[in-house]
């Protein structure tokens, strides 16, 4: 039973596209978060949410946004698609943004912008 | 501006021998520090961590040291098996940084029969 589960896992689309990607968590976390992992392999935070509510935007493009209906879901919606978004996302949850829990990971969002 | 550093890309270790991977941090305002294991084409595992008031962390084959002085911390594995080969990231966070965890470039582990 896959704690937390984001999909697709690939997404090959073209320059200027709309896409979204979805990810659902079900260890009843308060707090979940986008990264991104580039062609460098650094894992960059994106955005955090705390029960729905937007906690951490880390200068991203204001083409990516981040919506959360209710604590166990974070999508991510990402408007006119550029080469540079060419990336891996990685969805993750933790218990709440206080204390010393670890978050836990999807397996990933191998997203490519032909 | 690269906070936390893993200067190793790769290790190559025996079966049955110790793994040591190191990971250096900058920011003297990080006060929790985990270990991730990943596999290809899967998410990062949580592997263990440690709090920056404790010096050592151990959990079955794994340990983790912390040197705040010298700001670098360390993941031994003892003994290595060939399933431990992964990308392992070493990961910090701020106290006042609402669970925002800043990662290492990451180290390939290669256990060898």
């Known amino acids: 039973d896959t704690a937390v589960s984001q999909t697709p896992k690939y997404l090959v689309t073209q320059m200027g596209n709309d896409k979204s990607i979805k990810c659902e968590q079900n260890?009843?976390?308060?707090?979940m978060y986008w990264y991104k992992q580039d062609s460098k392999k650094f894992l960059k935070i994106m955005f955090s949410?705390?029960?729905?509510?937007?906690?951490i935007n880390e200068t991203v493009p204001n083409r990516f946004s981040p919506k959360s209906p209710d604590k166990a879901h974070l999508n991510l919606h990402i408007n006119s698609l550029e080469l540079g978004d060419s990336a891996v996302y990685f969805c993750?949850?933790?218990?709440?943004?206080?204390?010393?829990?670890?978050?836990?990971f999807g397996d990933g969002t191998r997203l490519s912008i032909l | 501006d690269q906070q936390v550093k893993q200067n190793s890309p790769s290790l190559s270790v025996q079966e049955g021998r110790i793994s040591i991977l190191n990971c250096d941090y900058t920011?003297?305002?990080?006060?929790?520090f985990l270990w991730y294991k990943k596999y290809p084409a899967e998410g990062p595992t949580f592997l263990i961590s440690?709090?920056?008031?404790?010096d050592k962390n151990e959990d079955g084959r794994f340990t983790v040291f912390l040197n705040k002085s010298a700001k670098h911390l360390s993941l031994h594995i003892v003994p290595s098996q060939p399933g431990d080969s992964a990308v392992y990231f070493c990961?910090?966070?701020?106290?006042?940084?609402?669970?925002?965890?800043?990662f290492g470039q990451g180290t390939i582990l290669t256990v060898h029969p």
């Open positions: 260890l009843g976390h308060d707090t």
């Open positions: 990961a910090a966070r701020r106290v006042d940084s609402y669970g925002k965890l800043t």
């Open positions: 993750a949850s933790s218990q709440d943004l206080n204390g010393n829990q670890p978050q836990h």
């Open positions: 920011n003297s305002m990080f006060d929790y």
């Open positions: 949410y705390n029960n729905k509510e937007l906690i």
């Open positions: 440690i709090s920056s008031i404790k």
